[in-house]
């Protein structure tokens, strides 16, 4: 990914979200891992497996841009693993595959809906898309900007995952029904393995599909 002519260039750090993380020099390790390096110690300690953004200052090839996975994360290094171009993580990460699928919300004990009403403890609702960031969801019950939960859906094998999701926005849906586009807020390692399995086998479903 990187050649060995990149180390010692300076390195911002940044969540998903673009908030500034931290700062320091890169030492390349392999096509797939490099190290971030402060000397002074004061790298922020991040959780292991976390998606950060890697913006790299190259004194004569320019800024380069890569997704990265947190490995090893100290005072005075932070190694990060599965480098990859960021253009190309993002493109795969919010591509939306359409579904129809069930599932359960399952709700905080005691939350109301949007128009105060209690919620019952699990709720049906259908899936209408998913994608490696987040889905959308129909459902009955209204609910506001913010709320989280959990829903449960069966994914790849049959096998069932609870993910944890928040609202985002509310978007149009037909008849009496409403459509909340929802982040996927656990998104560790074996749940976006898990999402981009059940994604693919969502895609191949539909191609297989349009050729009958």
């Known amino acids: 990914m990187l050649s060995n002519d990149y180390n010692g260039s300076i390195c911002e750090v940044k969540g998903l979200n673009n908030s500034l993380l931290a700062t320091g020099s890169i030492r390349v390790i392999s096509d797939e891992m490099l190290e971030v390096q402060d000397s002074g110690g004061h790298l922020p300690v991040l959780a292991m497996d976390s998606k950060v953004k890697l913006i790299i200052h190259h004194t004569k090839k320019g800024v380069q841009v890569l997704a990265g996975r947190v490995y090893i994360s100290n005072e005075k290094a932070l190694r990060l693993k599965d480098l990859q171009s960021y253009a190309e993580y993002e493109k795969r990460r919010f591509f939306r595959q359409t579904i129809d699928h069930s599932a359960t919300l399952l709700l905080p004990a005691g939350m109301p809906d949007a128009n105060g009403e209690p919620l019952p403890a699990k709720l049906p609702v259908r899936v209408k898309d998913v994608s490696l960031c987040g889905l959308l969801f129909e459902s009955d019950r209204p609910f506001s900007i913010g709320d989280e939960m959990r829903i449960s859906m069966t994914m790849t094998h049959n096998e069932l995952e609870t993910l944890t999701i928040a609202v985002r926005r509310e978007v149009p849906a037909q008849g ?13 390692n074996r749940v976006e393995q898990r999402l981009n399995a059940f994604v693919l086998e969502q895609q191949q479903r539909q191609i297989r599909r349009s050729r009958r």
């Open 176 to 188: 009496t029904k409403k459509a909340y586009g929802c982040e996927v807020l656990d998104l560790s």
